[in-house]
């Protein structure tokens, strides 16, 4: 039984990968509608397929990361705006602004706890129901993201569209926090899946070997070599979407790690969340 695939379903499948619109349609037939399921019947057939990451949800809106004087705890959180003009305001830049120093100072759980906090003579949801009535446009906070580590320097990229915290693993001083920025740049740069393949979660590694080894069969190599030549691309894998193993930007001839063992003996990333606007 063939199931039906509508135009509405294949434009979102070409949103999200960039693929041809036959293709998209052929491999969610063959998938029988799955979309995770045709985005890796594409790659298995080769095709390079654009990230479809949850970050690039929220189009309009500000990113902001702030850390403690200390440099031991940092927050960033996402607060959604539906236009351009909106995330440009500077009075909607400023009440986010607030919003993230009064996560910082009381390092709420989760948004529902954050909305719950004092702000002003109400609380952080009641401002931004305000907010909303005010400016005329659905205005939400979207994420909350947490760091704590030895030091956590944060970074504001792009007019405030993405927000980074790194952890590092030791205390702060002038040579640490400058890695951090380096580090942090990358990261908004190049959006790394993990820190390093450690970081990745057994199932991804497992699709991408799964993919990898039908590339190679279809590609004619014998199926004895398979798993060799599959555990190449995984380290290709793990270099290109993992931050440590990552060419530094600054330098391509060295790796993250390389540069931060050139800063400090031992210096590494425990840590780093990425918000970003579509």
Do not use: W
């Not at 910082?104 to 529902?112: C, F, G, R, V, Y």
């Not at 002003?120 to 400016?135: F, Q, S």
């Not at 030895?150 to 926090?177: E, K, S, W």
Request: negative net charge.
């Amino acid at each position: 039984m063939s199931i039906a695939i509508s135009a509405a379903d294949v434009n979102k499948l070409r949103q999200a990968t960039g693929a041809g619109m036959m293709d998209c349609r052929k491999a969610l037939a063959e998938s029988n509608g799955d979309f995770e399921g045709a985005i890796d019947y594409l790659r298995k057939k080769g095709q390079k397929v654009a990230a479809n990451r949850s970050d690039r949800d929220a189009k309009e809106g500000v990113a902001i990361a702030v850390a403690t004087p200390d440099g031991t705890i940092g927050i960033a959180l996402q607060i959604s705006a539906e236009t351009d003009f909106v995330s440009k305001n500077q009075e909607f830049i400023d009440f986010a602004n607030e919003v993230a120093k009064i996560a910082l100072e009381n390092l709420p759980a989760d948004i529902e706890a954050l909305k719950a906090l004092p702000m002003a003579d109400a609380t952080v949801g009641d401002k931004v129901l305000e907010m909303v009535a005010k400016i005329g446009e659905k205005i939400d906070i979207v994420a909350l993201e947490t760091v704590k580590a030895d030091a956590v320097v944060p970074y504001i990229h792009g007019n405030y569209r993405i927000g980074v915290l790194v952890g590092l693993n030791q205390a702060q001083n002038d040579a640490v926090v400058s890695a951090g920025k380096d580090v942090a740049m990358q990261i908004a740069a190049m959006n790394p899946m993990g820190i390093d393949s450690s970081s990745i979660a057994p199932e991804v590694i497992e699709r991408e070997k799964a993919i990898a080894i039908e590339q190679i069969v279809a590609e004619g190599k014998p199926a004895d070599m398979a798993e060799k030549i599959a555990a190449g691309k995984l380290n290709k894998f793990f270099k290109d979407n993992t931050l440590l193993p990552q060419p530094f930007v600054k330098d391509g001839n060295q790796s993250v790690q390389d540069y931060l063992n050139s800063v400090a003996k031992g210096l590494t990333v425990t840590a780093f969340k990425r918000l970003a606007l579509g």
